[in-house]
């Protein structure tokens, strides 16, 4: 049987791209690509890039406060949203270009069109027209979702912060998660009110609680005003233009805009699935073997449609996975393990590895843990404090999981995933000779464990 494609890829993100351009570029497969949105997906166009660029803007403020205490006449003027924001789409502009022409230039044809699936071979635009490949690839991502509060109506998500056209006096997060924290740091620091309501008792659920509660603490002390074991009971348009909400904790207040990160789902509605025999799971997250296929052989599916890991970077290695599997005959499993990652909070947190508290228990484990003022901010008269991390198991040495709360966690997350990930020794960190003076240095000058359990 003949089709029009070796591969039709549904999903212009990092994930769909890298595999797009890989299976034609690199193994000479005949490739198209359908993306209904903006090229680059979510990462790109509206998650990790404009917020890291929002982070970057709203650390300035600190910076100056910070020169200052080191003898510079530093003045902090007003920013500018407006420019700002100019600057923040053109360079979302330029990359959804450069993404644009990646597939360009390895013969992949695009298509600017939504795609569903007609059966276990085709594929049918919204134009109308209906193409067949051998392998479907599913990679449409995710989107964040409204957590069903009346007048929700009234708030905004994640997807719509970066288009403001002026930001608020006053924003009331709702959520703990990730999104929710980094964002309130960036509004915070860009001189927004920001009031943050999480119904857990404490942030960053499923990181080490160590760690997330440095940061809780922390984001205390930068001016963000986090209630605990508090929700949303109802929302209303206030007759000054403000939104009124009614709180489980009793209050009631009025905030200029509301922002809801409560979480995100697949973007699997509607793409004809199930009725061709792929299954679907919690949330409608395609359900997907070690080699990401689903129960249709001919469809695969990557990144965030699948609710696996959902990082850009794990997408895009699932990508490269797939291509390998299907296009070099080298069936290659996803590898999920010990994944380093960072959570720009203010300040930031990096992680790989098991939390404290999953480490206990799969056995015996030694806690090493230094928190202190670092030099820079400690000259500065900042009381704010860093951490350094690292769980051990008890009986083999290996290091589990190293958590890092500091500015630049980060970066230096990064270096440690190498070590983590090859298996290294709490033995092998000592025998490494720290850099001094630095805040890293920690890491391999803890000799003596906190606790063990």
């Given at each position: 049987m003949s089709f029009d494609y070796d591969l039709f890829v549904i999903g212009g993100g990092s994930?769909?791209?890298?595999?797009?351009?890989?299976?034609?570029?690199?193994?000479?497969?005949?490739?198209?690509?359908?993306?209904?949105?903006?090229?680059?997906?979510?990462?790109?166009?509206?998650?990790?890039?404009?917020?890291?660029?929002?982070?970057?803007?709203?650390?300035?403020?600190?910076?100056?406060?910070?020169?200052?205490?080191?003898?510079?006449?530093?003045?902090?003027?007003?920013?500018?949203?407006?420019?700002?924001?100019?600057?923040?789409?053109?360079?979302?502009?330029?990359?959804?270009?450069?993404?644009?022409?990646?597939?360009?230039?390895?013969?992949?044809?695009s298509f600017d069109a939504r795609a569903r699936v007609v059966d276990a071979h085709t594929v049918e635009l919204s134009t109308g027209e209906r193409k067949t490949a051998k392998h479907i690839l599913l990679a449409m991502g995710g989107r964040p979702v409204k957590p069903g509060i009346p007048g929700e109506e009234l708030g905004i998500t994640s997807n719509d912060i970066f288009h403001l056209d002026k930001l608020p006096g006053s924003i009331l997060i709702l959520g703990g998660g990730y999104i929710a924290c980094e964002f309130a740091g960036v509004l915070n620091g860009l001189g927004v009110a920001v009031t943050q309501f999480y119904r857990?008792?404490?942030?960053?659920?499923?990181?080490?609680?160590?760690?997330?509660?440095?940061?809780?603490?922390?984001?205390?002390?930068?001016?963000?005003?986090?209630?605990?074991?508090?929700?949303?009971?109802?929302?209303?348009?206030?007759?000054?233009?403000?939104?009124?909400?009614?709180?489980?904790?009793?209050?009631?207040?009025?905030?200029?805009?509301?922002?809801?990160?409560?979480?995100?789902?697949?973007?699997?509605?509607d793409m004809g699935l199930q009725e061709v025999g792929v299954k679907l799971g919690r949330n409608g997250k395609v359900l997907v073997d070690e080699y990401s296929?689903?129960?249709?052989?001919?469809?695969?599916?990557?990144?965030?449609?699948?609710?696996?890991?959902?990082?850009?970077?794990?997408?895009?290695?699932?990508?490269?996975?797939?291509?390998?599997?299907?296009?070099?005959?080298?069936?290659?499993?996803?590898?999920?393990d010990l994944i380093p990652t960072a959570i720009f909070t203010q300040p930031e947190m990096g992680t790989v590895g098991l939390s404290e508290e999953d480490a206990r228990d799969q056995g015996p484990i030694e806690v090493y843990c230094s928190s202190f003022r670092p030099m820079r901010s400690l000259f500065a008269g900042s009381d704010a404090r860093v951490m350094m991390k690292l769980i051990v198991c008890a009986d083999t040495r290996k290091v589990l999981g190293c958590h890092i709360v500091a500015p630049g966690a980060g970066e230096m997350i990064q270096l440690a995933g190498i070590a983590v990930k090859m298996g290294a020794t709490k033995e092998d960190f000592d025998r490494t000779v720290a850099v001094h003076p630095t805040m890293a240095e920690e890491i391999v000058t803890m000799k003596a464990p906190v606790r063990r359990a």
């Open positions: 994930g769909g791209v890298r595999a797009a351009r890989v299976a034609a570029g690199d193994t000479g497969a005949k490739v198209a690509l359908a993306e209904e949105d903006r090229y680059g997906g979510t990462c790109v166009i509206r998650g990790c890039v404009p917020k890291k660029l929002m982070v970057f803007a709203s650390e300035f403020p600190g910076m100056a406060e910070e020169a200052r205490a080191y003898g510079w006449d530093m003045p902090t003027g007003a920013f500018d949203w407006g420019g700002f924001r100019t600057k923040l789409h053109a360079e979302l502009d330029r990359l959804e270009g450069i993404y644009r022409n990646i597939l360009k230039n390895n013969g992949v044809e857990g008792a404490q942030i960053l659920r499923g990181f080490d609680g160590e760690a997330r509660g440095l940061v809780s603490e922390e984001m205390i002390q930068s001016g963000i005003d986090l209630h605990l074991g508090t929700n949303i009971l109802s929302m209303t348009r206030d007759a000054s233009g403000g939104i009124r909400v009614k709180a489980s904790n009793g209050t009631e207040r009025v905030f200029d805009q509301i922002m809801f990160a409560t979480g995100r789902v697949p973007n699997s509605d296929q689903t129960a249709v052989p001919s469809i695969y599916a990557i990144g965030d449609v699948t609710d696996r890991v959902n990082l850009t970077p794990v997408a895009i290695r699932e990508g490269m996975a797939f291509v390998e599997t299907v296009f070099r005959g080298n069936p290659t499993p996803v590898d999920h």
